[in-house]
């Protein structure tokens, strides 16, 4: 069948094309029935079922859309920073970094940093850096280019527990460069974490030190709550329209508010992906057709591996399982693990983002204006948006022909409701997956053995260091 599955709800404007997952577009042996997915529809309502009984008590994000006050805070502040800044920094790791990111990447100018201040799109906001990590080398070359500038730099400490080692040394760094330099810290730092102060040592801090801080609900995880203060703040620094953002994620939250397969994306998504898995497509490879959305690929790697790589079961049981997500670009990756992608192992689903208008602003750029050799002529006469959708296009014929299971999720252009609409995709699709596991997608026992160990190798009092790390 050749349809694509139009979504009935009126504001969303996300189209999920699954035909090339079937048996009858890719083969027998590697696509799915369409009744193995229509079977699939009374344990996904169950799930549904589950999810609405908890939501807003143990599960927060999708109620994040809908929260107007802290999006007016949010604009308040970030109106305030922009007057009073030229550089604006991210201090956060995983999910507390990756969302921001995703944000810069799709919607602010490929080239936001570079850009004269004055020009119009960089939209009056500051230069914008993420620093998720504590690569001594990483951090001396960040320090060339922020330290000058202290006085004219604003950074946002983002740790929802308030005590994550990566965070919690950027933060010290930056309250000591700050005093040494004699500026007040609780003027160029503004905090998000856990709202409670039995928690959240930063959350103390705030208290003791003065700092303005924004929360991380209690009860939405860090890889969920790009759509918190966490994603927020510092889109709306960027000058992104937060209110859009939201509303495309609302849209989306509804569409996904029915146990209908046929209805929800995101179910239909979360199903198609399990039922591969288990015929052996444990490899999930995201791959947008957009640079602006490159950073979303990374953004959805965290979220699906951190919320389905799990060792046990709701039951306790070891069961050892989550799909392995994977970040491509196109069309760079055609020219790189495509070749894998089409004729390597049969363990991957690919899911491709077409954009349908992928132009910055609506004018596409005609790739020759003069005069051109014969042979280049086809090329000469079009424009690049046309070279990328037949690159697209090219792409899922391929792949469908060498029997490779693909999706493409199409979006007629990278904005801020589409991006919203983007990010809520994917947190209802991985919930509903952790279902179908029978896993708990929200906690992350892996990563917190990590922290937990690193305190010990680097002596928090009350942490061992795991045996034999020879540190
Ligand atoms: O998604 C998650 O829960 C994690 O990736 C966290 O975001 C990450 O470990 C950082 O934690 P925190 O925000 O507490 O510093």
């Known amino acids: 069948m050749n349809k694509d599955q139009v979504m009935n709800a009126p504001r969303s404007v996300l189209v999920m094309n699954d035909e090339n997952v079937y048996a009858d577009a890719i083969g027998a042996g590697h696509g799915l029935q369409r009744a193995e997915v229509a079977a699939l529809a009374g344990r996904v309502a169950e799930f549904h079922r589950a999810l609405r009984a908890q939501r807003g008590a143990d599960i927060g994000f999708p109620e994040l859309p809908y929260d107007a006050a802290l999006a007016g805070q949010v604009r308040t502040a970030a109106d305030?920073?922009?007057?009073?800044?030229?550089?604006?920094?991210?201090?956060?790791?995983?999910?507390?970094a990756l969302g921001a990111i995703a944000v810069h990447g799709a919607l602010n100018h490929p080239f936001h940093n570079l850009l004269p201040s004055g020009h119009a799109a960089r939209r009056g906001a500051p230069r914008l850096f993420v620093l998720d990590n504590v690569d001594p080398a990483l951090i001396a070359a960040f320090l060339d280019v922020v330290e000058p500038e202290l006085d004219r730099t604003v950074f946002n400490?983002?740790?929802?527990?308030?005590?994550?080692?990566?965070?919690?040394?950027?933060?010290?760094?930056?309250?000591?460069?700050l005093r040494r330099r004699g500026l007040d810290p609780a003027e160029r730092i503004v905090l998000t974490t856990d709202p409670d102060p039995k928690r959240s040592l930063l959350r103390r801090m705030a208290q003791d030190e003065g700092y303005?801080?924004?929360?991380?609900?209690?009860?939405?995880?860090?890889?969920?709550?790009?759509?918190?203060?966490?994603?927020?703040?510092?889109?709306?620094?960027?000058?992104?329209?937060?209110?859009?953002?939201?509303?495309?994620?609302?849209?989306?939250?509804?569409?996904?508010?029915?146990?209908?397969?046929?209805?929800?994306?995101?179910a239909r998504y979360a199903a198609i992906q399990y039922l591969l898995d288990g015929k052996g497509k444990s490899i999930s490879v995201l791959m947008p057709y957009s640079s602006a959305l490159r950073r979303l690929a990374d953004w959805y790697c965290q979220l699906w591996a951190e919320s389905l790589g799990k060792r046990q079961?709701?039951?306790?049981?070891?069961?050892?399982?989550?799909?392995?997500?994977?970040?491509?670009?196109?069309?760079?990756?055609?020219?790189?693990?495509?070749?894998?992608?089409?004729?390597?192992?049969?363990d991957k689903v690919i899911t491709l983002v077409e954009v349908e208008d992928a132009t910055l602003g609506g004018a596409d750029v005609p790739i020759c204006t003069g005069d051109s050799?014969?042979?280049?002529?086809?090329?000469?006469?079009?424009?690049?948006?046309?070279?990328?959708?037949?690159?697209?296009?090219?792409?899922?014929?391929?792949?469908?022909?060498?029997?490779?299971?693909?999706?493409?999720?199409?979006?007629?252009?990278?904005?801020?409701?589409?991006?919203?609409?983007?990010?809520?995709?994917?947190?209802?699709?991985?919930?509903?997956?952790?279902?179908?596991?029978?896993?708990?997608?929200?906690?992350?026992?892996?990563?917190?053995?990590?922290?937990?160990?690193?305190y010990g190798l680097m002596g928090r009092e009350g942490y061992d260091a795991p045996r034999g790390a020879g540190v």
């Open 157 to 177: 400490v983002i740790t929802k527990s308030g005590s994550t080692a990566e965070t919690m040394s950027q933060f010290l760094m930056v309250r000591d460069l």
């Open 212 to 266: 303005a801080a924004f929360p991380v609900p209690a009860n939405v995880g860090g890889r969920f709550s790009v759509l918190s203060a966490v994603g927020l703040l510092s889109a709306a620094v960027g000058g992104v329209d937060v209110d859009a953002l939201l509303a495309g994620a609302a849209a989306m939250d509804q569409r996904c508010g029915t146990a209908d397969l046929d209805a929800n994306p995101a």
């Open 80 to 96: 305030e920073i922009r007057a009073r800044c030229d550089n604006f920094v991210v201090l956060g790791i995983g999910g507390s």
């Open 313 to 346: 079961d709701l039951a306790g049981h070891d069961v050892f399982v989550g799909p392995t997500p994977v970040a491509s670009v196109g069309v760079t990756d055609q020219h790189s693990v495509m070749q894998l992608y089409q004729d390597g192992p049969f």
């Open 373 to 454: 050799e014969e042979e280049l002529a086809y090329l000469a006469q079009s424009t690049f948006g046309k070279l990328l959708a037949a690159e697209l296009a090219a792409t899922r014929c391929a792949l469908r022909d060498k029997h490779r299971p693909n999706l493409t999720l199409r979006v007629p252009r990278v904005g801020p409701a589409v991006l919203g609409e983007l990010f809520m995709f994917f947190e209802h699709a991985v919930a509903c997956s952790g279902g179908l596991y029978g896993i708990n997608p929200f906690d992350q026992p892996g990563v917190e053995l990590g922290k937990v160990y690193t």
